[in-house]
C-alpha cells in the first residue's frame, strides 16, 4: 500500500507571498491531519480534517487554512508569509484520529 | 504545564543496553497514547501505540502505560545503533469535544557503539 505523499518536498518563497500545500493520505483514510514542526516548538497540530469536514484545530491564525476533497487529497494554504512560518509540514493520514501515519513533509523556507 | 513533557535528552546509551525514555501527560481523560520515532531529516514513523495500563511488547521495544500516574514509557532492549534518533511521545486530548494528536518535544537518542 502506498504511503502518504507530499507535495512539493521543498519551497521558497518571500514574505507576503502566499503557498499551499498537498498531502495525499493512505489510500481508504479519511482523516487527514497537518502539523508544523519547527526546531523551537517541536510538532505543533494544525487541523484535522475528516470526510471534507474541519474536525480540529489547533492555535494558529487563520493566515492557515485546510481543505480536504472527496478523495480525501488535502491541501493547506497559508497567506501572508512571515519569516516565523519557515518550517517542515507535515501531514498524517488515518482511518480515524488515533494512528496517524505520515508523510515526508514539505520544507518551506520564507526569505 | 506543558500538556507532553518528555526530558528533550540528549540520551546517550551503550549499544547492548536498554534505552529507557519518559514522558508524562496533564490530560487525565487521555485514552490513545502513541511514540513515534523521527530521525534527523525524516519524518516520524509510528513505533507502538497503548491504550492499557500495563506493558505492551513489539519486539526490543516495551511500551509501558501507567494512569493513575500519568506516564508512559518506551523501553528500547539490545540498543543498536540504528536506534538513535529522536523519540516522540504523542497523546490523543479531548478539550470540549476538539480532539487532537499531541506531541511532547521529543528525546534525542544517541547509541554508543
Known amino acids: 500500500k502506498a504511503g502518504v505523499t507530499q507535495t512539493p518536498r521543498y519551497l521558497i518563497k518571500t514574505r507576503g507571498q502566499q503557498v499551499t500545500l498537498s498531502c495525499s493520505p493512505i489510500?481508504?483514510?479519511?482523516?487527514v491531519s497537518w502539523y508544523q514542526q519547527t526546531p523551537g516548538q517541536g510538532l505543533q497540530f494544525l487541523f484535522e480534517y475528516f470526510s471534507e469536514t474541519q474536525r480540529n484545530k489547533g492555535n494558529f491564525p487563520g493566515r492557515f487554512s485546510g481543505r480536504q476533497f472527496s478523495n480525501s487529497r488535502s491541501e493547506m494554504n497559508v497567506s501572508t508569509l512571515e519569516l516565523g512560518d519557515s518550517a517542515l509540514y507535515l501531514c498524517?493520514?488515518?482511518?480515524?484520529?488515533?494512528?496517524?501515519?505520515f508523510g515526508p513533509g514539505t520544507r518551506l523556507t520564507v526569505l | 504545564q506543558k500538556e507532553v513533557e518528555q526530558n528533550s535528552g540528549p540520551l546517550s546509551v551503550p549499544e547492548g543496553a536498554i534505552a529507557s525514555l519518559n514522558c508524562t501527560y496533564s490530560d487525565r481523560g487521555s485514552q490513545s497514547f502513541f511514540w513515534y520515532r523521527q530521525y534527523s531529516g525524516k519524518s516520524p514513523e509510528l513505533i507502538m501505540s497503548?491504550?492499557?495500563?500495563g506493558d505492551k511488547e513489539d519486539g526490543r521495544f516495551t511500551a509501558q502505560l501507567n494512569k493513575a500516574s500519568q506516564y508512559v514509557s518506551l523501553l528500547i532492549r539490545d540498543s543498536q545503533p540504528s536506534d538513535s534518533a529522536t523519540y516522540l511521545c504523542a497523546v490523543k486530548v479531548s478539550n470540549f469535544g476538539n480532539e487532537k494528536l499531541t506531541f511532547g518535544t521529543g528525546t534525542r537518542l544517541t547509541i554508543i557503539p
Open positions: 498524517a493520514s488515518a482511518l480515524v484520529t488515533d494512528t496517524q501515519y
Open positions: 489510500s481508504g483514510h479519511r482523516s
Open positions: 497503548i491504550y492499557s495500563n
